[in-house]
């Protein structure tokens, strides 16, 4: 079963930062590398929605309204997925989940982690 266990979240004004990082424990880097990696995050009374994804190869791509402010890249060797968020703003308050992302269907592969709980707040 593969578990996905993401953290880093916590508490931070706008403009601030935060690092997050999500770990794959039992995951082989057989199976890890040639994954497509996301970023999804769930604001209350919000549907979950996708921030940011890299491919095998490090291509990324982001939702419009964290472009310019959030990174995302991966260690293979670590199995860990990480995204990097600068000037954050109240908007961004959500809970942060990673997973893989089907490259088809274009829908995550694996069940959700816990998440790691993100609050910008004034």
């Known amino acids: 079963q593969v578990q996905l266990v993401e953290s880093g979240g916590g508490l931070v004004q706008p403009g601030g930062s935060l690092r997050l990082s999500c770990k794959a424990p039992r995951m082989i880097t057989s199976v890890f590398n040639p994954n497509q990696m996301a970023w999804y995050r769930q604001a209350p009374g919000k549907e979950r929605e996708l921030v940011a994804s890299i491919t095998a190869n490090s291509d990324t791509n982001y939702e419009d309204s964290v472009k310019g402010r959030f990174t995302i890249s991966r260690d293979n060797a670590r199995k860990t997925v990480y995204l990097q968020m600068s000037n954050l703003k109240p908007e961004d308050t959500a809970v942060y989940y990673c997973?893989?992302?089907?490259?088809?269907?274009?829908?995550?592969?694996?069940?959700w982690g816990q998440g790691t709980q993100v609050t910008v707040f004034l």
């Open positions: 997973n893989a992302l089907n490259t088809i269907t274009k829908q995550p592969k694996y069940d």
